[in-house]
């Protein structure tokens, strides 16, 4: 038995949504290890740091943020929070499984902390447990956006189903 029209649209989805993750992850590995790596080689970090505690780096951050600047600030805090949104939007499109919060947030904490600790045994990157933090955060807004969207989605395609053509 063949797929109806809605089945095959939702396979396409999810489909593109699984390309989507795979892409991310790709793009995230970059950012996260290759360009760190580019700093060590060239000796941009002279010694390896790493923080336990938490809110630390952030209080820092945010204290500072006159002496930093705008730019330093934005890219440490909410730096994390957008570089890990579309984990939160990209796991329930591509895999139903993720289409609840309580299974997307905390696989994508878990995702950071590996990532994280990943940066702590290599030492390219550093590990931060406000990291975590700010990751986790990322991934509950995009699951929020993906929510919304879906929302909107069955909403759209519910009323466009159920409307009924009168003739006078």
Same mark, same amino acid.
């Given at each position: 038995?063949?797929?109806?029209?809605?089945?095959?649209?939702?396979?396409?989805?999810?489909?593109?949504? +699984?390309?989507?993750? #795979?892409?991310? %992850?790709?793009? %995230?590995?970059?950012?996260?290890?290759?360009?760190?790596?580019?700093?060590? =080689?060239?000796?941009?970090?002279?010694?390896?740091?790493?923080?336990?505690?938490?809110?630390?780096?952030? *209080?820092?951050? /945010?204290?500072?943020?006159?002496?930093?600047?705008? $730019?330093? =600030?934005? *890219?440490?805090?909410?730096?994390?929070?957008?570089?890990?949104?579309? *984990? @939160?939007?990209?796991?329930?499109?591509?895999?139903? /499984?993720?289409?609840?919060?309580?299974? $997307?947030?905390?696989?994508?904490?878990?995702?950071?902390? #590996?990532?994280?600790?990943?940066?702590? *045994?290599?030492?390219?990157?550093?590990?931060?447990?406000?990291?975590?933090? %700010?990751?986790?955060?990322? =991934?509950?807004?995009?699951?929020?956006?993906? +929510?919304?969207?879906?929302? =909107?989605?069955?909403?759209?395609?519910?009323? @466009?189903?159920? +409307?009924?053509?009168?003739?006078?």
């Amino acid at each position: 038995m063949g797929l109806n029209k809605e089945q095959r649209r939702k396979q396409i989805i999810r489909r593109c949504g +699984k390309a989507a993750v #795979l892409c991310y %992850l790709i793009l %995230l590995s970059y950012f996260l290890f290759l360009s760190e790596l580019h700093d060590h =080689v060239y000796g941009l970090h002279a010694e390896y740091h790493y923080n336990l505690v938490p809110f630390r780096e952030i *209080l820092r951050f /945010w204290n500072a943020r006159e002496q930093l600047g705008f $730019t330093a =600030v934005f *890219l440490n805090l909410f730096g994390n929070v957008l570089g890990f949104l579309p *984990l @939160g939007a990209l796991l329930p499109a591509a895999f139903p /499984w993720f289409h609840h919060a309580k299974r $997307t947030i905390p696989a994508g904490a878990a995702f950071s902390l #590996l990532v994280e600790t990943l940066q702590l *045994l290599t030492l390219i990157g550093r590990f931060d447990v406000d990291d975590v933090i %700010l990751n986790t955060i990322g =991934v509950a807004l995009g699951y929020i956006c993906f +929510k919304a969207a879906n929302g =909107v989605r069955r909403k759209k395609y519910r009323n @466009g189903k159920n +409307k009924k053509i009168h003739i006078h």
